[in-house]
């Protein structure tokens, strides 16, 4: 019996994210469905309200919004779920100054 | 018995282009997903700041299916995927995934595999020696030793072509990690003390721009026995190993019959480099 492939990335650990910032460029051609987790270790009552995009790319330099938008909502835990997302998949974010935050962001893929 | 067993491996597309010892303990083809192929990370205890900073961020694998900007997906070797792994575009970033098995008899294991490396096309250039190294390192410990042999291939530094085999014997001091008195913890590929393997100058199929990619045969031999890398070929060279030494340290008190084996690549430049994996072959001698 076949199962589904299934793969957990950790996209950033305990990294600071503040200012203008996007995570590494993730291959994901082979998923058809994909959940990014932020945990936040540090910032959770202070990020509050702040958004985080999914961003979409051709080629895995240039990209683009995908209109999915993660927004902090306090908890330590929040996520964003994205399908239909092509070969390649990132988030990325504009903070204000002084907003920073140490996160785990995981990006889980599944066929 | 010998005979029949060449010649089923080789009326096996995916095998015949390997030359595995007779115990295949495994065969990596990513087609097939990631493979229990994951990242390497660092001892810590009570928080991941008790890390060492060198392996805070040795970045996961992924999947990949050589998307290139100017002609699309290229695929792997056989097949549509291949295992990558990416640095960050900073220069002397150094990305490693691994895979952790235990051996059974101490004796000789191979690794083969089908590779292929390039920096990220961001760049309208030759970009050859903007990939600063790839490596392969061996984890193991046996009654007396923990030791890692590693080796590795140093295309380039600070933006000259080198293109020679290094191995590397010299190691960091242990350090301890968090306050419990049982984790312990040193760098092991750290930039310094790399040594040329004798004659391990060789010149690999970079091709003519960044997004063409070629792949190459890789077999390392080592011998659980002597603790010693015994073979290196790559393509066409073969190289003697003779003097090439591991890192040694006394055995640990959790990591017995430990086999781990793992690939790395740096960036000499800031922007991201690459190593692709077509499939991966571990095999043995045992009875």
Same mark, same amino acid.
């Given at each position: 019996m076949m199962v589904r492939q299934s793969y957990t990335a950790v996209?950033?650990?305990n990294h600071v994210w503040q200012g203008s910032f996007a995570t590494e460029p993730y291959e994901v051609?082979?998923?058809g469905e994909a959940i990014f987790f932020v945990r936040l270790l540090e910032g959770r009552t202070e990020l509050r309200g702040l958004p985080i995009r999914v961003q979409v790319s051709p080629d895995g330099i240039h990209w683009c919004d995908e209109g999915a938008v993660l927004t902090l909502s306090g908890a330590e835990v929040n996520f964003v779920r994205v399908s239909h997302f092509g070969n390649w998949l990132r988030l990325a974010g504009t903070w204000p100054d002084g907003a920073a935050g140490k996160v785990i962001a995981t990006l889980a893929l599944k066929e | 018995m010998e005979g029949l067993h060449s010649a089923l491996l080789r009326a096996d597309p995916r095998l015949s282009k390997f030359n595995p010892l007779?115990?295949?303990?495994f065969y990596d083809d990513f087609d097939v997903g990631l493979q229990g192929w994951s990242e390497l990370i660092g001892n810590y205890e009570? !928080?991941?700041? $008790?890390?060492?900073?060198?392996? &805070? &961020?040795l970045r996961p694998p992924m999947l990949s299916n050589? $998307?290139?900007?100017? !002609?699309g997906s290229a695929g792997s070797m056989e097949g549509m995927y291949a295992l990558k792994i990416a640095t960050r575009p900073s220069a002397g970033a150094l990305s490693v995934d691994t895979k952790r098995v235990t051996w059974r008899q101490r004796g000789p294991v191979r690794l083969e595999a089908y590779f292929a490396f390039k920096p990220e096309? !961001? *760049?309208?250039?030759?970009?050859?020696? &903007?990939?600063r190294s790839i490596g392969v390192v061996f984890d193991v410990q046996d009654e007396k030793y923990r030791y890692m042999p590693h080796l590795r291939?140093?295309?380039?530094f600070q933006g000259k072509r080198v293109a020679h085999w290094q191995f590397k014997r010299q190691r960091a001091p242990l350090m301890p990690i968090g306050? $419990?008195?049982?984790t312990v913890s040193h760098?092991?590929?750290?930039? *310094?003390n790399w040594e040329d393997v004798p004659g391990g100058r060789q010149f690999l199929c970079?091709?003519?721009?960044?997004t063409k990619h070629n792949w190459h045969y890789l077999r390392v031999d080592l011998n659980l026995s002597s603790r010693q890398i015994t073979g290196l070929q790559c393509n066409d060279r073969v190289h003697d190993m003779a003097g090439v030494e591991p890192m040694m340290m006394p055995a640990m008190a959790?990591?017995?019959c430990m086999l781990n084996v793992g690939f790395f690549i740096e960036t000499d430049v800031d922007k991201r480099a690459f190593l692709y994996l077509d499939s991966v072959l571990l095999s043995g001698e045992w009875e």
């Open positions: 996209v950033e650990r051609g082979w998923a | 007779s115990r295949i303990i009570g !928080t991941l700041d $008790s890390m060492l900073p060198g392996y &805070d &961020d050589l $998307s290139m900007w100017d !002609t096309a !961001t *760049e309208m250039s030759l970009s050859e020696v &903007d990939v291939y140093l295309n380039a306050s $419990s008195g049982k760098f092991h590929l750290a930039p *310094e970079y091709n003519e721009i960044a959790n990591l017995w």
